[in-house]
C-alpha cells in the first residue's frame, strides 16, 4: 500500500527570512513560521511521509552555494524535529526551465517514487501560484499555507 504524502514548499510556507531578502543564505537568516512544528508533526504521526520542495535558484545565479543550502536545510529540519523524510531543492536559475523548478512537478514525482507515495492521497502546501501549478501538474490536491497552518 502507497503512502500518503505532505509535500511543503518551504520560503513563505514554513519559514521566513530575518531581513530583506527573499530567502536565507546562512541558518541565523530563517526563522519557523509560528504554527508550523506542531502541524507538521502532527501529520508525521498520522504516518504521512514529510517532503519539502523548494526552488533554490540562487545557487544558480551564484548568490549562495549548494553547501550553503544543505546547512540551511539541515537547520531548518533540525528546528522541525527532524520530521522531514525528504527534503529536495531545485538549484537552477528560475529562468532556466529546469524540470525540478517549479511550477514544474519534478522534484514532487522525484519524491513519490523515493518513497512509494500516492499522490491522489496527498497534500501540496504553498504560498504561490507555481507552489499550485506544480501541485496540480503531479496531481496533487493543493492547500494554501494560509488556509492549511
Not at 504524502?5 to 510556507?13: A, M, P
Not at 530567502?23 to 502532527?42: F, T
Not at 553547501?67 to 523524510?85: E, N
Request: aromatic share 6%.
Amino acid at each position: 500500500m502507497a503512502n500518503k504524502g505532505l509535500f511543503v514548499d518551504l520560503d513563505g510556507t514554513i519559514r521566513t527570512t530575518k531581513g530583506d531578502k527573499p530567502c536565507p543564505n546562512k541558518p541565523s537568516e530563517q526563522e519557523v513560521l509560528p504554527g508550523r512544528i506542531s502541524k507538521l508533526q502532527d501529520y508525521k504521526k498520522r504516518g504521512y511521509k514529510i517532503v519539502a520542495v523548494t526552488n533554490q535558484g540562487g545557487i544558480g545565479l551564484g548568490l549562495m552555494t549548494e553547501g550553503q543550502c544543505k546547512l540551511i536545510l539541515d537547520d531548518l529540519d533540525r528546528r522541525l524535529g527532524g520530521v522531514f523524510d525528504k527534503m529536495l531543492y531545485a538549484k537552477a536559475a528560475p529562468s532556466a526551465g529546469h524540470p525540478w523548478t517549479k511550477p514544474n512537478p519534478g522534484m514532487i514525482l522525484a519524491a513519490a517514487k523515493d518513497l512509494d507515495i500516492d499522490l491522489k492521497d496527498s497534500i501540496m502546501v504553498g504560498d504561490r501560484d507555481s507552489d499550485q501549478q506544480a501541485a496540480q501538474r503531479a496531481g496533487v490536491p493543493f492547500k494554501w499555507a494560509k488556509d492549511f497552518f
